[in-house]
């Protein structure tokens, strides 16, 4: 398919978006004040915290949970170790689906309490989706719920989640539902983590994600190194097979948004090269990924590009700012950047067909790109912000001699940002888009652009529930005014 730039000067009066499933036509026609949603207080989870976070029994018990998860991962070896080839996968899918009757009388009393089925029900109609997003065979949708029928802890907590992800989009007020769930699941989880037993890694994915909906941006990382642990103790990583796979690469999607968070002074958690097999050499992660023919590989390929833009970026801040002795000198520098963005290129050259849209139109001031398959839309947002990245960092030498084309437009990356949430409302989606919108939107000068990516922030939160309009006061200070309540600017 032929990329063309949208017009990077767009005018008020020449939208032309036909196609957006968040907005109407009414609400993007003009890109006038009149077409801003009216501005609410941001519910941003560092400033405005609500009773669920302030708890002192949820910081207990999470506190207790941390512990718990590192004294697992610093004991000898598990119990039961995870296995590249599956081994281990199918004695954990045996052991969960042959649990004992008392498990199943168990979970059937979990459920006649209260809301339980309606959070039941909310997980794998909506929340799973999110989990699910680069995995087409659904493991946290149809595998897990499943695999809750028989272990009581799995199944307190997806209704943690559910519920949380519940109290979080309608913002309900003294709603404990989630934080009693939350207790639970961590009490009857603990004797699996003494046990060192595998089955507690995607339990404890499952509560580090709503942890996330719950923390401050610039604690995500606190909350992500348990789970880090926990996979570097039992040897799982991208490749592992089955379940604990398609778990690796969940987690992996939250240890890139922090990084993303970080603004280039961090990397994963998680490092790149601990995504491969154990023995993997960095040159052999192409063929490694497009082996599997499998276009969700092709998909969790783009993420660990986009963590190794932020490994690339952060090695070289930390050498420069920090004088860290890492060895990424300019040379350094300059080659890594040159053999990634190459990889980069390919990626985007190789997509199976999965991966391209079925849509393009060009569309001011955004184009609009849909796609059917879930792992493209967020994939191919993921190359655009991996580009950007590149492109803000490339090094100076390289500027003058090379000729990058339209890729080597920031501007045109951050517009295909844009238009590709702006496109594809998927829930899992445009959650993990706020990092890549917030990198994309301030390169971004036409205020009809401003408007409409403040809206669809304050979209994803209503939505999803996942906080997203904290990042708004920060799009505001890059731009240098503020967006009032009527939708009209105010010089900073």
């Known amino acids: 398919m032929n990329f063309v730039p949208s017009d990077p000067d767009p005018t008020p009066g020449s939208a032309e978006h036909g196609f957006s499933p968040f907005f109407s036509t009414s609400d993007l026609t003009a890109a006038t004040p009149?077409?801003?949603?009216?501005?609410?207080?941001?519910?941003?989870?560092?400033?405005?915290?609500?009773?669920?976070?302030?708890?002192?029994?949820?910081?207990?018990?999470?506190?207790?949970?941390?512990?718990?998860?590192?004294?697992?991962?610093?004991?000898?070896?598990?119990?039961?170790?995870?296995?590249?080839?599956?081994?281990?996968?199918?004695?954990?899918?045996?052991?969960?689906?042959?649990?004992?009757?008392?498990?199943?009388?168990?979970?059937?009393?979990?459920?006649?309490?209260?809301?339980?089925?309606?959070?039941?029900?909310?997980?794998?109609?909506?929340?799973?989706?999110?989990?699910?997003m680069f995995d087409g065979d659904r493991v946290f949708g149809m595998q897990i719920p499943s695999l809750a029928q028989t272990s009581p802890p799995l199944l307190y907590a997806i209704l943690a989640l559910?519920?949380?992800?519940?109290?979080?989009?309608?913002?309900?007020?003294?709603?404990?539902?989630?934080?009693?769930?939350?207790?639970?699941?961590?009490?009857?989880?603990?004797?699996?983590?003494?046990?060192?037993?595998?089955?507690?890694?995607?339990?404890?994915?499952?509560?580090?994600?709503?942890?996330?909906m719950s923390a401050s941006a610039q604690d995500w990382r606190r909350?992500?190194?348990?789970?880090?642990?926990?996979?570097?103790?039992?040897?799982?990583?991208?490749f592992s097979g089955g379940m604990l796979q398609a778990v690796f690469w969940c987690y992996a999607r939250m240890d890139l948004c922090g990084a993303l968070i970080s603004d280039g002074t961090q990397c994963t958690l998680f490092q790149p090269s601990r995504w491969l097999p154990a023995g993997t050499e960095a040159h052999e992660a192409r063929s490694l990924f497009r082996a599997s023919q499998n276009p969700d590989m092709h998909a969790n390929y783009s993420v660990w590009l986009?963590?190794?833009?932020?490994?690339?970026?952060?090695?070289?801040?930390?050498?420069?700012?920090?004088?860290?002795?890492?060895?990424?000198?300019?040379?350094?520098?300059t080659n890594r950047w040159l053999a990634l963005w190459d990889e980069l290129q390919v990626w985007l050259g190789t997509r199976p067909r999965e991966l391209h849209p079925v849509k393009t139109a060009e569309t001011k001031p955004f184009p609009q790109i849909l796609y059917v398959h879930w792992a493209a839309i967020s994939s191919n947002q993921l190359h655009h912000t991996a580009c950007i990245l590149m492109l803000d960092s490339m090094p100076k030498p390289l500027k003058l001699t090379m000729n990058l084309g339209m890729a080597g437009s920031t501007l045109w990356h951050a517009k295909w940002v844009c238009g590709i949430s702006l496109s594809n409302p998927h829930q899992g989606c445009i959650n993990n888009?706020?990092?890549?919108?917030?990198?994309?939107?301030?390169?971004?000068?036409?205020?009809?652009?401003?408007?409409?990516?403040?809206?669809?922030?304050?979209?994803?939160?209503?939505?999803?529930?996942?906080?997203?309009?904290?990042?708004?006061?920060?799009?505001?200070?890059?731009?240098?005014?503020?967006?009032?309540k009527s939708g009209s600017n105010a010089a900073s």
């Open 34 to 132: 009149s077409g801003v949603s009216p501005n609410v207080s941001s519910p941003s989870m560092t400033s405005r915290p609500d009773e669920f976070m302030l708890s002192q029994d949820y910081l207990s018990y999470r506190e207790e949970l941390r512990s718990l998860i590192f004294h697992t991962a610093q004991s000898a070896a598990p119990t039961r170790q995870g296995s590249p080839a599956g081994a281990d996968e199918v004695k954990l899918t045996h052991e969960l689906h042959n649990g004992h009757l008392q498990s199943h009388r168990d979970t059937a009393r979990i459920l006649s309490i209260g809301k339980r089925v309606f959070y039941l029900r909310n997980y794998v109609e909506q929340v799973a989706s999110w989990l699910d």
């Open 306 to 333: 986009c963590a190794k833009t932020c490994k690339l970026i952060s090695d070289r801040t930390r050498y420069n700012e920090l004088a860290e002795q890492n060895g990424c000198t300019e040379e350094v520098f």
């Open 223 to 238: 909350h992500l190194e348990g789970c880090a642990a926990l996979f570097s103790t039992f040897g799982v990583h991208g």
């Open 433 to 484: 888009a706020i990092q890549p919108l917030w990198l994309a939107g301030r390169l971004l000068s036409h205020r009809s652009e401003h408007e409409i990516i403040i809206k669809l922030l304050r979209s994803i939160e209503s939505t999803t529930g996942w906080g997203s309009c904290w990042r708004i006061p920060d799009l505001e200070s890059a731009w240098g005014y503020k967006v009032r």
């Open 162 to 212: 559910s519920a949380r992800q519940i109290e979080c989009k309608e913002k309900r007020k003294n709603s404990f539902d989630s934080l009693e769930l939350y207790q639970e699941a961590i009490r009857l989880l603990a004797p699996l983590l003494v046990d060192r037993d595998v089955k507690i890694i995607p339990i404890c994915v499952i509560l580090c994600c709503l942890e996330m």
